[in-house]
Nanobody, 113 residues
Framework: VQLQASGGGRVQAGGSLRLSCAAS??????MAWYRQTPGKQRDLVAS???????DYADSVKGRFAISRDVAKNIVYLQMNSLKPEDTAVYYC??????????WGQGTEVTVSS
């Protein structure tokens, strides 16, 4: 199983970024985005099931949108109205049907004020 994330970068507060993560090697049930800042735990940002049910951390509701191309095994995270506190390394994750979880490499997002 491989997950390849892309789309991070630097943006000013109020701006937007779109992250992408392409997964391969298995059939995936839930796919998700997490984020982590130095010295803190990795927290769930958003998740999406194969049927399209989504879940968001309270801190990103109304600003971020997760979507998925099931056929291509790609998950996206559209991030709007970015805030400096969104600065983190973002990781994509995918669960297989056998409930194994795999991680992609992180992609850095920096939001300047």
């Amino acid at each position: 199983v491989q997950l390849q994330a892309s789309g991070g970068g630097r943006v000013q507060a109020g701006g937007s970024l779109r992250l992408s993560c392409a997964a391969s090697g298995d059939i995936f049930s839930t796919m998700a985005w997490y984020r982590q800042t130095p010295g803190k735990q990795r927290d769930l940002v958003a998740s999406i099931t194969r049927s399209g049910r989504t879940d968001y951390a309270d801190s990103v509701k109304g600003r971020f949108a997760i979507s998925r191309d099931v056929a291509k095994n790609i998950v996206y995270l559209q991030m709007n109205s970015l805030k400096p506190e969104d600065t983190a390394v973002y990781y994509c994750a995918a669960h297989t049907l056998s409930t194994q979880q795999f991680w992609g490499q992180g992609t850095e997002v920096t939001v300047s004020s």
